[in-house]
């Protein structure tokens, strides 16, 4: 049976340290999965990383007919999972208002909806000892006016980790949420998103992030917060009232 890491989002940003990073460091893994919806950057990351088979799956996970595929795909080769990565996502701010739900679904889609069912057909690849890996986010601590889907989004993200590391811990199958600050991807703007000065100022290293997960991943940790700005947010988010912190998010970004 081989034995591989399964990655999402690998064609751009923190997806694609992962599949870097996991190469560089599990050389005894027999293939590297990487999905995405550009084919020319899952190549050209295939070029990089030459040596490694890395196997190409271009789909689009917004599509149950595409989660079918990857659902076949298992089952045909039935690969042992030792890491999976997901870290296929979007997001676009702006008042709830003014926004069109069809953005807005589309990030329910991708955050939510995608991630539930890639982590749920991989479940049966999982043995003791793989790592689950969830690209969340620092927007999962609290409700955030002017980007409210996104910060829902990634807050189910952190429920659906939290409770699946509670039934897998049998199984002796970790479950990380990664939930960095802002991350030097191309994330912003492909959302179009305007990078406000006060979050400029903590934009971090996909590099770094990605070495902070996959240290905690290993360590069996629950939690990957990379930067001392989510961590205020987090304690912020215990501690503080509600009214409180949602009057001081007003302030910051809308
Ligand atoms: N950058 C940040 O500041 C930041 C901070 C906290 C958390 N995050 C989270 O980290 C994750 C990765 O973000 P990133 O910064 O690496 O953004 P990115 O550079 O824009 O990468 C997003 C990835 O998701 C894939 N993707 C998007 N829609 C897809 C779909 N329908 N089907 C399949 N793949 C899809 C994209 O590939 P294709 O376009 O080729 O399909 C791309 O590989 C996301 O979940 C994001 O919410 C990011």
Not at 45 to 62: A, V
Not at 209 to 234: M, N, P
Request: hydrophobic share 45%; proline share 5%; with cysteine.
């Amino acid at each position: 049976m081989k034995h591989i890491a399964l990655i999402t989002g690998a064609s751009s940003g923190i997806g694609r340290e992962f599949a870097r990073q996991i190469s560089a460091a599990y050389p005894s893994l027999d293939e590297i999965w990487v999905l995405a919806r550009s084919v020319p950057r899952l190549q050209k990351l295939e070029e990089e990383l030459q040596g490694r088979r890395l196997k190409i799956l271009p789909l689009d996970l917004s599509r149950d007919t595409e989660l079918k595929a990857l659902e076949k795909t298992l089952k045909e080769e039935h690969p042992c999972i030792r890491i999976l990565v997901n870290s296929a996502g979007c997001g676009k701010s702006g008042l709830i208002e003014e926004q069109h739900w069809i953005d807005a679904v589309r990030m329910l889609d991708v955050n939510c909806r995608a991630l539930t069912a890639v982590t749920m057909i991989c479940l049966p690849y999982l043995k003791k000892g793989s790592r689950i890996i969830q690209a969340d986010s620092g927007s999962a601590f609290l409700p955030q006016p002017g980007f409210a889907v996104y910060a829902a989004s990634k807050a189910y993200v952190l429920s659906f980790d939290q409770a699946l590391g509670a039934e897998l811990k049998n199984r002796g199958i970790p479950v990380t949420s990664v939930c960095p600050g802002p991350v030097d991807t191309e994330f912003f703007r492909n959302g179009g998103i305007t990078l406000s000065p006060w979050k400029r100022l903590f934009l971090a290293k996909p590099e770094k992030v990605v070495k902070k997960a996959l240290f905690d991943a290993e360590a069996g940790k629950d939690l990957s917060i990379y930067g001392c700005s989510v961590r205020l947010v987090r304690l912020a988010a215990k501690l503080l009232p509600r009214k409180l912190l949602l009057g001081i998010m007003r302030r910051i970004f809308m």
